[in-house]
């Protein structure tokens, strides 16, 4: 009687120890997948800086060509308003 007792006892500790080993291998595959999830969102926060960036680089690029064509195209512009105020139908 007491060794079926004891045979019990094994089997309680071996399922309490199965239990265990089950959650902590749970808990270690639910970390992988954060720390996975996590590099991809710092992968994707990185690459939509990048494009943030490049984006602006050719907003001010644009700009400084608008600005430029603006400055040599209103040179003309300044020297037709004088023609049409002296002009008389």
């Known amino acids: ?9 094994l089997v309680a500790n071996l399922a309490v120890l199965a239990v265990i080993a089950s959650t902590e291998i749970y808990r270690a595959h639910e970390a992988h997948r954060a720390a996975e999830a996590a590099a991809k ?7 939509q800086q990048r494009e943030r960036d490049e984006q602006k680089k050719q907003d001010d690029a644009f700009r400084q060509k608008v600005d430029s064509l ?18 008389l139908p």
């Open 1 to 9: 009687m007491l060794k079926q007792l004891q045979v019990k006892l």
């Open 41 to 47: 969102t710092a992968a994707l926060l990185e690459q």
């Open 70 to 87: 603006k400055r040599k195209h209103s040179m003309a512009a300044g020297n037709e308003g004088k023609t049409w105020q002296n002009y």
